[in-house]
């Protein structure tokens, strides 16, 4: 089956632990990203990735960090968290090319204190 | 640069009513143009999409149109069910190349039995 799988999908954790999100996908895209969805303000992009060892910042990159070191997998660093990213996330990906369908992951449920 | 605005508040209808739910666009050139899907508790998916101006795209009862003139891409479906409670996100493709998703707010929508 087709699918974007992330995990965890729900995490608590404390100001400054460092943590990572991953994320990995089945359809040999070449595209992935990650986006961040906040009440009143949709989705907005955090980091994308246009092939392996190729990433590049979306709108909303700060206090991120990501690797994209197997075409697969697309794992989102969080180094130092602070409370004003407690979010939830999706992972996405597609083929390249702006009509194509991205396909997302369930979401990781972040809570910072 | 590239945004999407929806139409402000949730939508709470009776079953079998008509919706609409209001989506327009600010982009340089020809973007694709998408609506997607979020049920409780799960990533978003592909609900429709259009790729050039005056192209309907429609799935589960859902059409929407490709409108250059008004810059529009409304979402209508003629008949809702209680199964199309979720929340809708119109989003349009970045021309950059980048495959960047620009979405807008989203609209929650209940329906009622």
């Known amino acids: 089956e087709a699918q974007v799988t992330q995990n965890p999908r729900y995490l608590i954790t404390v100001t400054g632990k460092k943590l990572t999100v991953t994320c990995s996908q089945n359809m040999n895209h070449e595209y992935m990203s990650w986006y961040r969805q906040d009440p009143g303000l949709g989705l907005r992009q955090i980091y994308y990735?246009?092939?392996?060892?190729?990433?590049d910042k979306g709108d909303v990159p700060e206090g991120y960090k990501v690797s994209r070191k197997e075409k697969r997998n697309f794992p989102l660093i969080l180094e130092s968290p602070s409370p004003n990213q407690t979010s939830l996330y999706f992972c996405?990906?597609?083929?390249?090319?702006?009509?194509?369908?991205?396909?997302f992951g369930p979401g990781t449920r972040l809570t910072v204190t | 640069g590239n945004s999407v605005t929806q139409m402000e508040g949730p939508v709470t209808l009776s079953e079998e009513a008509f919706l609409t739910i209001n989506c327009t666009y600010t982009a340089t050139g020809y973007p694709s143009l998408f609506w997607y899907v979020q049920y409780p508790g799960e990533g978003l998916q592909l609900l429709l999409k259009?790729?050039?101006?005056?192209d309907k795209g429609s799935n589960k009862g859902f059409e929407a149109t490709y409108r250059k003139e008004t810059t529009s891409f409304h979402l209508e479906k003629g008949s809702v069910q209680v199964s199309d409670s979720a929340v809708y996100f119109c989003?349009?493709?970045?021309?950059?190349?980048?495959?960047?998703?620009?979405f807008g707010k989203g609209n929650q929508v209940v329906v009622i039995p």
């Open positions: 259009a790729t050039k101006a005056d």
């Open positions: 989003a349009l493709s970045d021309l950059r190349g980048n495959n960047r998703l620009a």
């Open positions: 990735s246009m092939n392996v060892e190729v990433t």
């Open positions: 996405a990906s597609s083929l390249k090319g702006a009509s194509y369908e991205q396909y």
